[in-house]
Each structure stands twice: as C-alpha cells, then as structure tokens.
C-alpha cells in the first residue's frame, strides 16, 4: 500500500485529505501545514508543521501555492521519495532541487465545503523516471478513472484553457448578478440561461451554439448595450464582442 503524505491546506488540500482518509487503498499518513492547529475532518492522520523523516513515506503531496513550490522542494531535497506538486501552470522543474520529482494535477475548482466527484475528475501526472510514474500512476487510480499521463508543456496549455473555461466564466457571471444587482433585478432570472449554456456546451461545438448580438453583428444593440455600462465593462464587453465577431464573420 503507497503511503502518502501530504503538504497544506488549502481548499486542494483539504479535498486530497478526504479521499486520502477514506482510500482503502492508499495509507495516508502525515499531513503537513503552516497553520499551527489541526485541520477539521483529518481522521487519524497525524498533523505536523514540518515533514516528518521518521515516518515512512512512498509520495510527498505538495498542495500549496505555486510560489511555494520551490522553497518546500529545497527542503526536500534530500529526502529518498517521490515529491509531487499539484500546480496546472508550474513544471516538473520547479521541484528540481528533489531527485525524485512528480505531478499530481487533478483539472477541477476546489472550495473547501462543495462535494466533487473525485471518479470522474480528469488527473493529469508526470514524473521524472518510470519507477515513480508507475507509484503515481497507482495512486491516481485510487482517485479516478480518468488519469492522463501529460508533459509540463501540453499541462501548462491545459491550465490556460481551464482558466479560460471556469475563472474567465465564472467572473463574466459575476457581472450579469452585479448588473441585476444594480437594476433592482432578481438574479435567479438567470439561472435558467446559465443551465441552458452550461448543457449546450457540454453536448455540442461550442461553435454550433454561439448566439447573440456579437455574431449576428446587430450594431445597434451593442451600443445600446454599451450605453448602459461604465468605462471597465464597456471595455471587456468590446473585446469579447470584437473576438466574437471575427471569430464568425
């Protein structure tokens, strides 16, 4: 059985200690963080602020920032185990002070307190030798059914689009629920639509459903639209406008 331990804790953090905890397959056991108490829902798993040498470890989860990467793969430099970061956009270089380097990319937006199906979440691994792909490769396994084995270059495009997909998304209806917000209308107006995109893209070219007065060119109403906006909207709204329409025309 791998043994795992696991650094932070974070929203990643907390989800990877879940699954660990319940993992039959998988023993976890130590759970590394700054934070001097001991985070809710761990189980049994010992906490500490600092990796433990004693305990005997097969992969070291780093689930934290990408800008502590680095300083957390020189201080375990010299440890005989396979150190994995959980980072979309940072290489498998960042741990180069490591001898045994890893990552462990599950391709989701995590908050602390909503459920993910952990089955169906796509995890994107990488390892410098065969030895640790073949350890990391099990203990993805034990989290889902969908692992792909991908370069630091092809995850580092991933990431982009991911960013495109859920940050980008998500703050655009940040702003439709700001703009009703501000007209004293009910945001739950939108929902209906919002599932309907959602349901669309998922089951169609994202090319075969694009509607809207962008693509039609319906000029008028853009600047109707634009009328009703301030300097920062009236800017992201041109962009995504103008891309649209040559992306169509």
Same mark, same amino acid.
């Given at each position: 059985?791998?043994?795992?331990?696991?650094?932070?804790?974070?929203?990643?953090?907390?989800?990877?200690?879940?699954?660990?905890?319940?993992?039959?397959?998988l023993?976890?056991?130590?759970?590394?963080?700054?934070?001097?108490?001991?985070?809710?829902?761990?189980?049994?798993?010992?906490?500490?602020i600092?990796?433990?040498?004693?305990?005997?470890?097969?992969?070291c989860? /780093?689930?934290?920032?990408?800008?502590?990467?680095s300083?957390?793969?020189?201080? +375990?430099?010299?440890e005989?185990?396979?150190?994995?970061?959980?980072?979309?956009?940072?290489?498998?270089? @960042?741990?180069?002070?490591? *001898?045994?380097?890893?990552?462990?990319?599950?391709?989701?937006?995590?908050?602390?307190?909503?459920?993910?199906?952990?089955?169906?979440?796509?995890?994107?691994?990488?390892?410098?030798?065969? %030895?640790?792909?073949?350890? +990391?490769?099990?203990?993805?396994?034990?989290?889902?059914?969908?692992? &792909?084995?991908?370069?630091?270059?092809?995850?580092a495009?991933? &990431?982009?689009?991911?960013?495109?997909?859920?940050?980008?998304?998500? &703050? /655009?209806?940040?702003?439709?629920?700001?703009?009703?917000?501000?007209?004293?209308?009910?945001?739950?107006?939108?929902?209906?639509? +919002?599932?309907?995109?959602?349901?669309?893209?998922?089951?169609?070219?994202?090319?075969?459903? %694009?509607?809207?007065? @962008? *693509?039609?060119?319906?000029?008028?109403? /853009?600047?109707?639209?634009?009328?009703?906006?301030?300097?920062?909207?009236?800017?992201?709204?041109?962009?995504?406008?103008? &891309?649209?329409?040559?992306?169509?025309?």
């Open positions: 059985m791998l043994r795992i331990a696991l650094i932070g804790t974070g929203n990643l953090a907390v989800h990877l200690a879940d699954v660990l905890t319940a993992s039959t397959e023993s976890f056991v130590q759970w590394i963080g700054r934070r001097p108490n001991e985070p809710e829902h761990r189980g049994h798993t010992p906490y500490f600092d990796f433990q040498k004693n305990i005997g470890t097969d992969i989860i /780093m689930a934290v920032q990408d800008d502590q990467i300083t957390l793969a020189h201080q +375990l430099q010299n005989d185990i396979c150190v994995v970061h959980t980072s979309g956009a940072m290489g498998i270089d @960042a741990l180069a002070p490591c *001898k045994r380097q890893g990552v462990f990319y599950p391709l989701q937006s995590f908050l602390k307190n909503n459920p993910v199906a952990w089955n169906q979440l796509p995890i994107c691994i990488e390892a410098n030798n065969k %030895q640790d792909m073949e350890k +990391l490769k099990k203990c993805a396994d034990a989290f889902s059914s969908r692992v &792909h084995t991908m370069s630091s270059e092809k995850r495009k991933l &990431h982009l689009a991911a960013v495109f997909a859920n940050n980008f998304t998500n &703050h /655009m209806v940040r702003i439709s629920q700001d703009l009703c917000k501000e007209h004293e209308l009910p945001e739950e107006l939108l929902c209906e639509l +919002l599932q309907t995109t959602l349901n669309r893209v998922s089951k169609n070219l994202t090319s075969c459903v %694009q509607t809207g007065p @962008a *693509k039609r060119n319906d000029v008028a109403t /853009m600047e109707q639209h634009l009328s009703q906006l301030d300097d920062d909207r009236k800017d992201i709204y041109k962009a995504i406008s103008n &891309h649209i329409y040559k992306t169509y025309s």
